[in-house]
């Protein structure tokens, strides 16, 4: 077979719900990926960042090998092995006190929203059913019901309502905005320290600081969705790391299985998860030894091999280039560490048709809104692989 079967039985017998790039993939390998006609391609998306760690990371696959031989699947009906050592390894990394493992990270948000709302029934006292939660405009939390329901995003949620009330949406980056809407029923502030779907918006210097402060004074908690920007993505293990903050909880998923399984978590400063009983909630998969096993391990990649610090650099090194780039197509180059957001003028006619050339370049990028191309590569990407994406980028902003 080749590309266009695939892409004739996907558009067969597949919903419709998805725009990729017409390429199929049947390998990876650290930065690289390879299509069924035996072309490289350097991945510049990462998976919206689910691959931190790179393709197939070598530890990290045999972990879930190894794992995938013993036990898989438990249910929490019982307890497994890997659970308890999962938790506190990802907590003293993270510095947290408590952790509720779930799969997407949907779910970790859904998990977040339950727990923020029953802390404010129960220890703040706020008056049954009027719970409030504060996001942002031009959020991504994901696509279930409640959280497309406070999207601002007309398309993720045209035709589908009627949607779960008690959110109120602010500007982002705005802190007086979140501190006028603050009501004595609010439970938590849902936010994102860069807005990765949203198009690579990096906040005002100062905001998560300022956000930090003002749930404090308020008694409302703050949440952090972490699910794209954390793992090192940006630089840090957590974005909220370049302002000194903490959250109350943090949101992580996508990268902390390297891309090999979905695994989600919540992450708790406070005592917010206490609030969950037997009962309160749960996942037939959540927390199961496969995924904790390939957890630890994508986290210790992380840590022993680097990425976290080499996002840093490389990622400072890419930005720099790119803003170096002379092109009357580009309008800005925002980002930290490897999120980085090149956004397009108008006129230059969207950034899906640079995406298309740059794939025929051999690279992998996607646009975000229509005319913000993403550069997301896995953490592990070395100068000279910078210096050979550089070269095919420039050559087709310039001359595209
Ligand atoms: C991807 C993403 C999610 C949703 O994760 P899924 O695993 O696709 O459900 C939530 N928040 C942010 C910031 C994301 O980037």
């Not at 004739?8 to 017998?13: A, T």
């Not at 390998?29 to 069924?36: F, R, S």
């Not at 990028?365 to 590569?377: D, F, G, M, S, V």
Request: charged share 25%.
């Amino acid at each position: 077979m080749i590309t266009q079967d695939f892409i004739d039985l996907e558009s067969e017998f597949g919903a419709n719900n998805y725009k990729p790039l017409d390429v199929v993939l049947c390998r990876g390998e650290g930065l690289w990926v390879w299509d069924v006609e035996g072309k490289r391609y350097l991945d510049c998306l990462s998976s919206y960042s689910a691959i931190n760690q790179g393709h197939c990371h070598p530890r990290i696959l045999q972990a879930m090998i190894e794992q995938a031989k013993k036990l898989t699947l438990v249910s929490r009906a019982f307890r497994n092995d890997q659970l308890g050592p999962f938790y506190e390894e990802i907590c003293k990394l993270t510095h947290s006190h408590s952790v509720l493992p779930m799969n997407s990270g949907a779910e970790a948000v859904e998990t977040a929203i339950k727990a923020i709302r029953k802390w404010g029934y129960t220890e703040k006292r706020v008056p049954e059913g009027k719970a409030e939660i504060i996001v942002c405009d031009n959020n991504f939390h994901g696509r279930t019901l409640t959280i497309v329901g406070f999207s601002t995003e007309k398309q993720y949620k045209e035709g589908f309502g009627p949607f779960t009330p008690g959110f109120i949406s602010i500007p982002f980056g705005d802190s007086a905005a979140l501190e006028k809407a603050i009501t004595p029923n609010t439970v938590g502030f849902l936010v994102e320290p860069i807005q990765g779907e949203g198009g690579v918006i990096v906040p005002p210097e100062g905001y998560l600081k300022s956000i930090r402060e003002i749930c404090d004074q308020n008694n409302v908690l703050l949440v952090i969705d972490e699910i794209q920007t954390g793992l090192g993505r940006t630089g840090k293990l957590f974005a909220e790391e370049h302002e000194g903050i903490q959250s109350d909880l943090t949101l992580v998923g996508k990268a902390l299985s390297g891309g090999f399984y979905p695994i989600s978590a919540v992450l708790s400063n406070k005592e917010v998860l206490a609030v969950f009983n037997p009962g309160d909630h749960g996942s037939t998969f959540g927390g199961n030894p496969l995924g904790c096993a390939i957890a630890r391990e994508a986290l210790r990649v992380l840590v022993e091999e680097d990425m976290i610090g080499n996002s840093a650099t490389m990622g400072e090194y890419l930005m720099a280039q790119l803003k170096e780039i002379d092109s009357p197509h580009i309008k800005e180059v925002r980002g930290k560490g490897l999120l980085i957001g090149i956004e397009l003028k108008q006129e230059a006619g969207g950034a899906r048709r640079f995406c298309e050339v740059l794939q025929k370049e051999g690279i992998l990028c996607k646009e975000t809104h229509q005319h913000i191309l993403r550069l997301a590569p896995p953490l592990l990407i070395q100068k000279e692989n910078i210096d050979w994406a550089l070269e095919r980028i420039e050559r087709v902003l310039t001359s595209s």
